[in-house]
């Protein structure tokens, strides 16, 4: 589904991606892990297509296209979606004015028919009673006033309406204390089938107690450094990043 | 010394001016006229009008008609209230009042919403004791001379009274259709508001167009509110972009009294709102509020001044504006904090979204307080969308255009839904909306 090789990017003039090569299947999770400043974010705003970040090298395909040549609404509307670490804030845009206008927009990316108000209001109810939310959360201005946990949870809301074949989490679990945590992932994995991959960027080991990944990258210095399964986690969570300090041996 | 322009419309429209019988009424007409030819056109030499040149006026080469004569043939008249609802309206197209447009409601007893004319022509002693005596005093008539200018050439307008305890329940409006004509027309609607005490009405004034024709609007409202009277006062300025829009208001506002006025500008090559409002008995309250979008090379100029005059009185100001490609924004707040005027609360703010690298605001924020016990605040802004919301919409699918709107419409969405006219609500956003439209059709 995700090919990415030998991606190297640069923010301000500054490499942050150097050679960065990952593959991820349909139905597959795999976890980037990796210290602060290793380029997590980077990799997470590159594939959405953030303004500011530059790829100097490399190739991104996704579904076998580029992705690379996509404005980000065309990556949502193929199906890329980003769950941001600081979900914005939008005063003036009820909740449900957005959801309906994004899940259009991609319908309409689609070749789909886009849906009235009523069918609309049946499918987002169904994603909210699925999801254990309370409609309440629709009427409000986007993220205004919402809790860490609440933001988080509005984030698999809009998975869980735009039904991505590919979810980008951006350090989901930042900011969330141990209950919040397992709402959220809770939310993710009912929202996980072999059609759809996920790829869960974190710094702390405890999110993939819950999203349990198939894969683990350890990501430093803007390259991937070790591959392994979900032990490799497990081995971070008790030697930390040090081995993967610049200048450390490998 | 040439005369200043407009000035030889006069003898064009003597023998037409309404109210020639009434020697009071005359003797103003004259001693306008005469202030205006002293000063001509406001220009940016005066401290008030530095960011609005009027020279654009002086080249179209306006005319006047003494009387109604569209060209275009209008047989319904547009309303910014649901179309089912049966309220009181005036309707004006290129100054004239047009009985056959205008619809009557039911005003319960006690209440008069009609035109100048009619109370020139059964209550002059009434108009004699009304007109004129918020603007009058020569000292401010010295710096008012478009509203000098509307004094000598008033054709027409409406006239709104309410006795005391009167509370209109519907809305009431007036509707000025503009560029009907054969030719570039100015005129010069004069209105009063005349609200005895605990009297309310919500009174919504549309300013839009018909015909291709340039047309020059230059209005003049005075508003007395007695004590605890509430007026709503909303006014949508949706005209041609090839029109001229000036509009003077004055209030008054007694004890316990509000003045709640909130304005849209969307249209007009070149306008200015100019309110002035006296904050006259305790517990006096005003809400100036206002939205505009503009672009192309529009210029809209939105100048307050609120004098707060006794103690224990509040204002609260925010206009936010839109303003795209050439286009630029006045924004001039005066609030005045007089001596006595203790416990005063003042609030004013001015924000505004820049839309490209051209778009201009000059917003000119002036408090200037006498007195040593009061809260009052002001701040400005401007700047461009926000590109974190921007990115944000757009990785969930929504195109960049379309993003951009929704952006756009919720940062003047808020001022819109607080108005309290709940009613005019869905035609202010659609107007909004219709703004967007036309800048994604590149219009």
């Given at each position: 589904?995700?090919?990415?090789?030998?991606?190297?990017?640069?923010?301000?003039?500054?490499e942050?991606?150097?050679?960065?090569?990952?593959?991820?299947?349909a139905?597959?999770v795999?976890?980037?892990m990796g210290?602060?400043g290793s380029?997590k974010?980077?990799l997470?705003?590159?594939?959405?297509?953030r303004?500011?970040y530059e790829?100097?090298?490399?190739?991104?395909?996704?579904?076998?296209?580029?992705l690379?040549e996509?404005?980000?609404?065309?990556r949502?509307?193929?199906?890329v979606?980003?769950?941001?670490?600081y979900?914005?804030?939008i005063p003036?845009v009820?909740n449900?004015?957005?959801?309906?206008?994004?899940?259009?927009s991609?319908?309409?990316?689609?070749?789909e028919?886009e849906l009235?108000?009523?069918?609309?209001?049946?499918?987002v109810?169904?994603?909210?009673k699925?999801?254990?939310?309370s409609d309440d959360?629709l009427?409000?201005a986007?993220?205004?006033?919402f809790?860490g946990?609440e933001?988080?949870?509005?984030e698999?809301l809009q998975?869980?309406?735009?039904?991505?074949s590919?979810a980008?989490l951006?350090?989901t679990?930042?900011?969330?204390?141990?209950?919040?945590?397992?709402?959220?992932?809770d939310s993710v994995?009912?929202l996980?089938?072999p059609d759809?991959a996920l790829?869960v960027i974190?710094?702390?080991q405890?999110?993939?107690?819950?999203?349990?990944?198939?894969?683990v990258?350890v990501?430093?210095?803007?390259?991937?450094q070790k591959s392994?399964?979900k032990?490799?986690?497990?081995?971070l969570?008790?030697?930390g990043?040090?081995?993967?300090?610049?200048?450390?041996a490998? | 010394?040439?005369?200043?322009?407009?000035?030889?419309?006069?003898s064009a429209?003597r023998d037409a001016?309404p109210?020639q019988?009434?020697?009071?009424?005359s003797?103003r007409?004259?001693?306008?006229l005469?202030?205006?030819?002293r000063q001509?056109?406001p220009?940016p030499r005066?401290?008030s009008?530095k960011?609005?040149?009027?020279?654009?006026?002086?080249?179209v080469g306006?005319?006047v008609?003494?009387?109604?004569?569209?060209?275009v043939?209008?047989?319904?008249a547009?309303s910014?209230l649901?179309a089912?609802s049966e309220?009181?309206?005036?309707v004006f197209?290129d100054?004239?009042?047009?009985?056959?447009?205008s619809?009557?409601?039911?005003?319960?007893d006690g209440?008069?919403?009609?035109?100048?004319?009619e109370?020139?022509?059964k209550?002059p002693?009434w108009l004699?004791r009304?007109?004129?005596?918020?603007?009058?005093?020569p000292?401010?008539?010295?710096?008012q001379?478009?509203l000098?200018?509307?004094?000598a050439m008033?054709?027409n307008?409406?006239?709104l009274?309410?006795?005391?305890?009167?509370?209109?329940h519907?809305p009431?409006e007036v509707?000025?259709l503009?560029g009907?004509g054969?030719?570039?027309l100015?005129?010069?609607p004069?209105n009063?508001?005349?609200m005895?005490?605990?009297?309310q009405a919500t009174l919504?004034?549309?300013?839009t167009h018909m015909?291709?024709?340039?047309?020059?609007?230059?209005s003049g409202?005075?508003?007395?509110?007695a004590e605890?009277?509430?007026?709503h006062?909303?006014k949508l300025q949706?005209?041609?972009?090839?029109?001229f829009?000036?509009?003077?208001?004055?209030?008054e506002?007694a004890?316990?009294?509000?003045y709640?006025?909130?304005?849209?500008?969307?249209?007009a090559?070149l306008?200015?709102?100019?309110?002035a409002?006296r904050?006259?008995?305790?517990g006096?309250?005003?809400?100036?509020?206002?939205a505009y979008l503009?672009?192309g090379?529009?210029?809209c100029?939105?100048t307050?001044r609120?004098?707060?005059l006794?103690p224990?009185t509040?204002c609260s100001?925010v206009?936010?504006?839109v303003?795209d490609?050439?286009?630029?924004a006045v924004?001039?707040?005066?609030?005045?904090?007089h001596?006595d005027?203790?416990h005063?609360?003042g609030?004013q703010?001015?924000?505004v979204l820049l839309l490209?690298d051209r778009?201009?605001i000059?917003?000119k924020p002036?408090?200037?307080?006498?007195?040593?016990d009061?809260?009052?605040?002001?701040?400005?802004?401007?700047g461009?969308l926000?590109h974190?919301?921007l990115?944000?919409?757009?990785s969930?699918g929504?195109?960049?255009m379309?993003?951009?709107s929704?952006?756009?419409?919720a940062?003047l969405?808020?001022s819109?839904?607080?108005?309290a006219?709940?009613?005019?609500?869905p035609?202010?956003?659609s107007?909004?909306g219709?703004w967007?439209a036309g800048?994604?059709?590149g219009?």
């Amino acid at each position: 589904m995700l090919e990415i090789k030998n991606l190297h990017a640069t923010v301000d003039g500054k490499e942050i991606l150097k050679g960065i090569n990952l593959s991820v299947k349909a139905g597959e999770v795999h976890a980037i892990m990796g210290p602060n400043g290793s380029g997590k974010s980077t990799l997470s705003y590159v594939l959405s297509g953030r303004e500011g970040y530059e790829v100097t090298e490399g190739d991104v395909l996704f579904k076998g296209k580029n992705l690379l040549e996509m404005e980000p609404d065309e990556r949502a509307g193929e199906g890329v979606f980003l769950a941001f670490q600081y979900p914005v804030e939008i005063p003036g845009v009820p909740n449900t004015t957005f959801l309906k206008e994004a899940l259009n927009s991609v319908r309409r990316y689609r070749g789909e028919g886009e849906l009235d108000a009523m069918q609309f209001v049946k499918l987002v109810r169904s994603k909210t009673k699925m999801l254990h939310m309370s409609d309440d959360m629709l009427k409000r201005a986007v993220n205004v006033g919402f809790s860490g946990g609440e933001k988080k949870r509005n984030e698999a809301l809009q998975m869980a309406v735009l039904e991505p074949s590919l979810a980008i989490l951006d350090e989901t679990d930042s900011g969330l204390d141990i209950d919040a945590l397992k709402t959220v992932a809770d939310s993710v994995n009912l929202l996980r089938s072999p059609d759809n991959a996920l790829l869960v960027i974190t710094h702390y080991q405890r999110l993939l107690d819950y999203i349990v990944p198939d894969h683990v990258h350890v990501l430093a210095g803007g390259r991937i450094q070790k591959s392994g399964g979900k032990e490799l986690a497990l081995e971070l969570e008790k030697s930390g990043y040090a081995e993967f300090a610049p200048g450390a041996a490998a | 010394m040439s005369e200043p322009p407009f000035t030889e419309h006069y003898s064009a429209l003597r023998d037409a001016l309404p109210g020639q019988n009434l020697a009071w009424l005359s003797r103003r007409r004259e001693s306008a006229l005469a202030d205006f030819s002293r000063q001509g056109l406001p220009t940016p030499r005066q401290e008030s009008w530095k960011y609005t040149s009027l020279r654009p006026l002086e080249k179209v080469g306006f005319g006047v008609d003494g009387a109604p004569r569209a060209c275009v043939s209008i047989d319904r008249a547009p309303s910014l209230l649901p179309a089912a609802s049966e309220h009181h309206r005036l309707v004006f197209v290129d100054g004239h009042y047009r009985a056959d447009l205008s619809s009557a409601g039911t005003l319960p007893d006690g209440a008069q919403f009609t035109t100048l004319r009619e109370v020139m022509a059964k209550d002059p002693d009434w108009l004699e004791r009304h007109l004129g005596t918020l603007s009058g005093e020569p000292a401010s008539r010295e710096s008012q001379p478009l509203l000098a200018l509307n004094t000598a050439m008033m054709m027409n307008g409406f006239v709104l009274r309410l006795g005391e305890g009167v509370v209109l329940h519907d809305p009431i409006e007036v509707v000025h259709l503009g560029g009907a004509g054969d030719r570039p027309l100015a005129y010069h609607p004069r209105n009063l508001i005349v609200m005895a005490p605990r009297s309310q009405a919500t009174l919504i004034e549309h300013y839009t167009h018909m015909g291709e024709q340039p047309y020059y609007t230059n209005s003049g409202t005075e508003v007395s509110l007695a004590e605890g009277a509430v007026l709503h006062h909303y006014k949508l300025q949706a005209d041609a972009l090839n029109a001229f829009h000036t509009a003077t208001v004055h209030a008054e506002v007694a004890a316990d009294a509000l003045y709640d006025a909130f304005g849209m500008t969307t249209g007009a090559q070149l306008s200015r709102n100019e309110i002035a409002v006296r904050l006259a008995g305790e517990g006096a309250n005003c809400h100036l509020n206002g939205a505009y979008l503009v672009r192309g090379k529009q210029h809209c100029d939105n100048t307050t001044r609120i004098d707060h005059l006794v103690p224990n009185t509040a204002c609260s100001e925010v206009f936010k504006g839109v303003i795209d490609d050439e286009a630029r924004a006045v924004f001039q707040g005066k609030i005045t904090v007089h001596r006595d005027a203790q416990h005063t609360n003042g609030h004013q703010l001015s924000k505004v979204l820049l839309l490209s690298d051209r778009a201009e605001i000059d917003a000119k924020p002036e408090l200037e307080i006498y007195a040593d016990d009061v809260v009052c605040s002001h701040g400005a802004t401007a700047g461009d969308l926000d590109h974190d919301a921007l990115f944000y919409l757009r990785s969930r699918g929504i195109p960049e255009m379309a993003a951009r709107s929704m952006l756009i419409e919720a940062f003047l969405a808020e001022s819109v839904h607080n108005i309290a006219a709940q009613g005019i609500c869905p035609a202010l956003m659609s107007s909004i909306g219709h703004w967007l439209a036309g800048r994604r059709e590149g219009l």
